[in-house]
């Protein structure tokens, strides 16, 4: 999540309407404002990446939005603008820049808000295809920055497989891990539950069939030892009370998740 929730990031006009020309003169004399490009300012303050975006000449769209709001994204590290569908680009090398433009137009009080939180999804949905919608789709629900008339928003204007995802989606997963691999062990058929609380260990990030409990670590690994003593405690637990555990990290289920699916896969087939 960015530190700065408002962009603060505004048009000359937008200024103007405000503040006088000479107040306005003082604030960037004083550095209070910055001028970005003609015509934009912000301040010192200003989120860097919406920064960027308006350099450019938009706001924050898709991925770059939905990290901006703390959403669980599976970040490619491009940027994404929102140019909605009247701007134009803006740098000294249009054609050679890397940003992922985004031209659907939407209503915004300002010239630099970011898209709401279901266009942000919509774009992800278009833009990164059905994993990266998912699990930033969980997330949104899980912080609870998707209201029930934005989800019926999107369900109106999203296609059959992306309503089909909505009414897969849930609003306890833990983190965007724990929404990707629900998702990848779907075809299979099993009864996934995330946030599962069990006898003699406590709550697990996800439990398969009432017997395989899957552990996900996120990007902050467990290598300290008091947290693999820890680790290592909960699967003894576990074991103990009948239950098989499989411990994945960002790594394997981001990177390499053919040999997480593998094992997976061969676990389930020894379950009693």
Do not use: K
């Amino acid at each position: 999540m960015c530190s700065t929730s408002d962009i603060e990031i505004w048009t000359w006009s937008e200024l103007r309407a405000e503040s006088s020309r000479r107040s306005i003169e003082r604030l960037v004399a004083a550095g209070g404002l910055e001028r970005l490009r003609r015509g934009v300012y912000a301040t010192p303050t200003a989120c860097a990446d919406a920064r960027e975006a308006a350099s450019h000449g938009g706001s924050l769209g898709c991925e770059s939005a939905a990290r901006h709001l703390g959403l669980w994204v599976l970040d490619t590290g491009d940027a994404h603008v929102w140019m909605r569908g009247h701007r134009h680009h803006q740098g000294d090398d249009a054609s050679g820049c890397h940003c992922i433009r985004h031209w659907d137009d939407g209503p915004s009080a300002s010239t630099f808000e970011l898209p709401s939180v279901p266009r942000i999804l919509l774009q992800i949905y278009r833009c990164r295809g059905t994993e990266a919608f998912f699990v930033a789709l969980e997330s949104a629900r899980r912080l609870g920055l998707l209201s029930t008339a934005g989800l019926r928003w999107l369900r109106g204007v999203i296609d059959q497989a992306g309503q089909d995802l909505i009414d897969f989606s849930r609003a306890d997963a833990d983190s965007g891990l724990e929404s990707l691999v629900r998702l990848r062990l779907r075809p299979f058929g099993w009864d996934v539950r995330t946030q599962c609380r069990i006898v003699g260990t406590g709550r697990v990030d996800l439990l398969v069939d009432g017997w395989l409990i899957i552990e996900t670590d996120g990007r902050d690994n467990h290598d300290e030892s008091s947290f693999r003593h820890r680790d290592l405690t909960r699967d003894a637990n576990s074991a103990s009370w009948g239950h098989v555990s499989l411990r994945f990290d960002y790594a394997l289920v981001l990177h390499d998740w053919d040999l997480a699916e593998r094992a997976i896969v061969a676990t389930m087939s020894l379950r009693p």
